[in-house]
């Protein structure tokens, strides 16, 4: 056995593309409760920088404005500078490198690079200290910021799930070049066709997904998803989410693979948003993947419901032709 | 046995005097979350009229300057127009009446009455229905109000907790005149000092609570309770209470009598408001009162905490000298 | 306005027959948490009674065998001796009395009776009350019997919805006959057909529901319904029913009308049974019924989800033939 | 900066004394819905293996008979075999090393040593994967066990307290000998008394904490705690536990520092245990430790509640005389 590698901390930041920026910005901030930290540009077309209340990061959710709805840049911290240097050396070695920036907002130097299905990545060290202001401090010494009350108050960036051409070849980038653990897979035909892997660098059950594209594209994202500490919290996210005319897509309910509760819906761009609770930890360094079939997979839901089609083949940007008899797999 | 009068359908609505208006108004409405329906006079020293989204009446909470804090009227919905007459009825022959007045916002004529301890009642039939505007309207059909998700969000008036000088007269007041149900009971002294009654004209377990005033003042507020529908969001509140720096006297926490989920802190104003959910519906026609003595009450709290000092002698208005060797109880 | 009849007090106790008596005992006693307080005849072919931790009374639940699934007789507790007296004087002047009964196990005389349907009811004022035995003793004095925490736990009886060929008949005995409000309604085809009412003697929005039956059939159940006190309780029960392999038809999710949270399933017997929480009080004596049509009902999910073709159509005792062309109908 | 060591895994399991084996098992096992995996010797005094039903181990709690209640050994899980060779050879050049032995229950060789304080501890690698009998086999492919919903129903170990003498001697073999994160401390006096320190090997907050132990004493327990997903799970907790006559030293309610939802109570050996929810995971590799000093730490509880007395003094094994003028320190 080879040790596993520790360098990737977590899940940085993740940027949306969006066509309706202040409708997205709405979204999250007046909806979801997050807070705007930066912006660049005008109020309706700018860039803005928005955080969760517990995100240590200065801003970990990204919207700019696009002509499509998709995920931009996904930033990976590492585990120290060192770490950041064995893991840019290993993403050259392997061709996927474009190179050093100066770093977006609220981090140093990043280095930038593309998963094998062409998303766009970075990975950092160097990040900027969170200070509140005055408004916005809390009177718990050990919270970034102030529980605000304010809509579904999301408590911080979770995970991301990618659409991508080949699970395989996106799964082993994610495990060898940048030291995931692979949690959990679904493998479908007897194990000829992997549909989906779940992975994380932490004791968290994934912070990236990789899914199958029934539409043969590239680049695209199945969904982005934010934490909230209950159950509770994810039910009155979705009473929130009715009262406000957003479409519900699923949920809430209790996944099988990941034992995650979720609540889908998209954000006016379009982009799919998760509001997520439960799942469980991993800390058993030898962990075994579980993996799911079709038979044991079933609709993905334990608790017996069925996920709407659309959960299987949309995403972001939308494509135009979905390729025929194409496998449908519900990713999560 | 002698059926129960009916008479009496619900609380209607309680008046809040306030040396602040202007931050208790913030506390019910940011913090809390209540609509402000109504406004006589200035915003900054006006009388307000607020409801909770879940409040069939236009109107439950009035705010109204004052010098000291206390409570002002307390309405109670008759169940019919036949009803309502035989209450005023009942009221006068007992000497408590005051006469009739042309109602409140939202409210048709009503009649005015004092509780033997001399808190300001009326009694009532004809409401406005409330019509919410544009930006109001919910998504459920259901619903009179939209949720809103701001802050605590409380879902409607729950009830309310007198300090009086005489539980036994008070409490038989609310029993034979108004016909309530007597709920729950604390006793000590084997049996001779009643400190505590709970009582309601409906299933829901007490919408009026008569408690010892250690003081031996008169017409005093213990608390105001506001309902929210799960234990979780009791505690949602604490965190948002906490975080904008507002006293908790005490909870979330569990009471055994009543078996309430309280949270209690103190509108900027002074009064004593809880966050409650929780407790037990009560259906039988033939309950037998539930009585505790000293001993089988203890704290008042099932799981072990001990309320503060403060919950059994702070009352509003405040008064100045506590009655020597006074009986202390915890009241609810 | 005439005065609401305010006779019936609650819903007193339901019986299930089940073709699985032993099974279905297994069923509410090991995952629901139910207690058995009697029993008439053996272990595994005798009628059962029980009840939940919280229910006044000593049996709310009665398991008897039988050839076929479907519900026997439905116990409605009056609120005094003479409301028990002026209900059974107004079901004989309908032509609907069956006569007196000497009661079932827990209660005194009871007088039978069926409503429009077919279905079989009693009507009775008397009741033994409960005394546990000592390992049941609750420590709170206000709790009838002890919180076990054995699987689901529920609390009490809450409600049943019963499948009628004919809405409207059944609904107006409920109200006039009965004396219960109708809290909401679903109606379609611009009003011309009456496919649901919520009724309810009580603030608790309905104790019993009437729908279509799409089989056209007479004298059907469409599920019995306990109450747990939480959505996480819901919650948890579906991981309890999950994992002892029962069949969850639907849920946990929130329904539109009613506002209730439910998770259906069947008791091996074949009879659905509801988990439920949430859902509002009605405190109005002036409620106006709040009426669905097609649209506004949807799937009848708050949250967007859709119920499965069989919650619309399966009915205990199961019938072979629906109606050709029926109106099918999701009842709650 | 040097980077972190990773080489510590996670909390393996705890071993506790108790003079009562019987009713310290029955806690465990009926309350708080524990299995019992293996026993050494008589169901009444033999020694038991125990795990909750979301252990990745086979047996996390260790209950030993023994003349009086406190922690026997600490098991740390290496991350590799190469981890576990670099911490022993740490641990021997510290002096701390006591040896290897061919492990316990359910694991393989270990390396036995003491903490500073004295605690016994061991760290290995090689784990037996756990193998539930056929009623035990969970329908969730990715949780080991069934959750059978019996009790309390703990999902897994979490995290212990330990008392001791020097709290920095402790912290820093924690951080610079085992590798761990320093996630927040407690420090009085303007500086110059360290009186609590939790530290983690992962995301999760802490896994041990260090507190001053009032009494002078060494190797003594403050408390174990279990995990449960939900905080209505820990009101459900103290339910059960006031249902069963177990003492409720304090809560449920939120600690500010750890943010941790927190319930209080003694198995019946004496060892305090803790039922958890709630708290906040770490995963800036650059955490900058969050320090209390008195007036900021206050009563430790974040909602406003007071800790007992009992808290900040007892400890198992019980020890006679307190140190006179002791600094008195509510740990958690």
Chains 1, 2, 3, 4 share one sequence.
């Not at 979705?238 to 995650?260: T, W």
Request: proline share 6%; hydrophobic share 35%; charged share 25%.
């Amino acid at each position: 056995m080879v040790e596993r590698i520790q360098d990737v901390a977590h899940l940085g930041a993740v940027e949306l593309f969006t066509p309706k920026p202040d409708r997205t910005v709405w979204f999250f901030h007046d909806l979801f409760g997050m807070e705007i930290v930066h912006r660049d540009g005008d109020r309706d077309s700018g860039t803005h920088y928005l955080r969760g209340y517990g995100d240590h990061a200065a801003a970990t959710l990204k919207i700019t404005p696009a002509k499509a709805a998709g995920v931009g840049c996904i930033a990976w911290r590492a585990a120290s500078p060192e770490a950041l240097e064995r893991r840019v050396a290993a993403i050259e070695a392997q061709g996927h490198g474009l190179g050093w920036t100066n770093g977006d907002f609220g981090r140093g130097r990043s280095y930038r690079f593309r998963d094998p299905d062409g998303h766009a990545m970075e990975i950092y060290y160097e990040e900027v200290r969170y200070a509140p202001p005055p408004e916005l401090r809390s009177t718990l010494k050990n919270l970034p910021q102030k529980f605000t009350g304010r809509g579904v108050n999301v408590r911080r960036m979770d995970h991301l799930a990618l659409f991508c051409k080949s699970v395989p070849e996106n799964r082993r980038f994610a495990q060898e070049t940048l030291g995931m653990r692979l949690s959990e897979q679904v493998i479908f035909n007897e194990g000829r066709d992997e549909i989906g892997a779940w992975l994380s660098p932490s004791p968290v059950h994934h912070q990236v997904a990789y899914v199958a594209d029934s539409a043969g594209a590239h680049g695209r994202l199945h969904h982005v998803s934010l934490w909230v500490d209950n159950r509770g919290d994810v039910m009155r996210a979705a009473d929130i989410l009715a009262e406000n005319g957003v479409f519900i897509e699923a949920g809430p309910s209790k996944h099988n693979n990941s034992q995650g509760f979720y609540l889908y819906s998209y954000e006016p761009g379009g982009n799919r948003v998760e509001v997520y609770s439960g799942s469980y930890l991993i800390f058993a360094p030898d962990w075994q993947t579980v993996v799911w079939n079709e038979k044991e997979r079933g609709t993905g839901v334990y608790w017996g419901a069925t996920l709407p089609e659309s959960f299987a083949t949309y995403g972001t940007p939308v494509v135009e032709a979905p390729k025929a008899n194409a496998t449908v797999i519900d990713p999560m």
